[in-house]
C-alpha cells in the first residue's frame, strides 16, 4: 500500500516537471526608452509687419508760435478769386469737406480768425473757424487732402493758416498751411466744387482768396 501511494507521487511529480518543461517561457516585458525630445529646426513664420499707415503725430504737432495777442476778429466771407463763389461747410458735421457756394448771409460761409499766432519767421498764423459749426478748418496729410472742419485745437499745426496779403489792400492773397505749406484751391467755378489743399501756385486765381472784412 505505502509502494503504491510513493509510485503515485513518483509518476506525478514527472508528470508535472514534463509539463513545467514543455511549457514556453513568458518574455520579460522590456518598455522601450523614449525618444529624446528634440527642439524644433523648422524656421519660424515671419511675423507680419503692419499695414497700417504710420502716425502723421509728428506732422499735426504745432510749431514753435505765440498768442502775445490772440483773439477772435469779426467774422468774414472768403471768396474764390476764380469763381466769385464762397468758402462754407454745411451743417456741423465733424470732417465734413469745404466748398464754395454763392455769398450769402448764411452763417456757414462766414469764418471767424482767432489769432495772430506768431511764428518765428514773423508770419501771422491764424485758426479759421466757422461761424456756424463752431469748428476750425483743417488739411490733414499732403497734396490734394480734403480741406474740412473738425473741432479747434491749438494744438495741432496743420489747423494753422497763414492769409498771404496779395492783393486788394492785404486782403486777398493765398490760405497757406502748416506745417507742410499747402494752399486751399477750388480748381472750378461750378456752385458746390469741394476744396482741397495743393501745391501752393500763386499764378493761379483758384488759389487766391479775398476776405470780404479785413482782419488786421
Known amino acids: 500500500m505505502v509502494r503504491s501511494r510513493t509510485c503515485r507521487a513518483v509518476v506525478a511529480a514527472a508528470a508535472f516537471s514534463f509539463?513545467?518543461?514543455a511549457m514556453p517561457a513568458t518574455p520579460a516585458v522590456v518598455h522601450a526608452a523614449e525618444p529624446p525630445v528634440q527642439e524644433s529646426t523648422a524656421p519660424e513664420s515671419p511675423t507680419p509687419e503692419s499695414d497700417a499707415p504710420e502716425?502723421?503725430?509728428?506732422e499735426r504737432d504745432a510749431p514753435e508760435l505765440r498768442a502775445d495777442k490772440a483773439a477772435e476778429m469779426p467774422p468774414t466771407q472768403i471768396r474764390n478769386s476764380h469763381s466769385g463763389l464762397c468758402l462754407a461747410?454745411?451743417?456741423?458735421?465733424?470732417?465734413?469737406?469745404a466748398e464754395q457756394v454763392p455769398c450769402g448771409p448764411w452763417r456757414d460761409q462766414w469764418w471767424i480768425y482767432m489769432g495772430p499766432?506768431?511764428?518765428l519767421n514773423g508770419k501771422e498764423y491764424w485758426l479759421i473757424k466757422n461761424d456756424n459749426s463752431k469748428q476750425c478748418l483743417v488739411a490733414r496729410g499732403g497734396p490734394e487732402t480734403p480741406v474740412v472742419?473738425?473741432?479747434c485745437n491749438t494744438s495741432f499745426g496743420d489747423q494753422y493758416w497763414f492769409h498771404s496779403r496779395q492783393a486788394s489792400g492785404g486782403r486777398t492773397g493765398q490760405m497757406q498751411r502748416l506745417p507742410i505749406v499747402l494752399c486751399i484751391v477750388v480748381r472750378t467755378k461750378n456752385v458746390n466744387a469741394r476744396a482741397v489743399a495743393t501745391h501752393c501756385s500763386p499764378q493761379f486765381e483758384d488759389s487766391l482768396w479775398t476776405r470780404t472784412v479785413p482782419v488786421p
Open 89 to 97: 461747410v454745411r451743417g456741423d458735421i465733424s470732417e465734413r469737406q
Open 19 to 21: 509539463l513545467c518543461a
Open 117 to 119: 499766432y506768431v511764428g
Open 149 to 151: 472742419q473738425s473741432p
Open 55 to 58: 502716425s502723421d503725430a509728428p
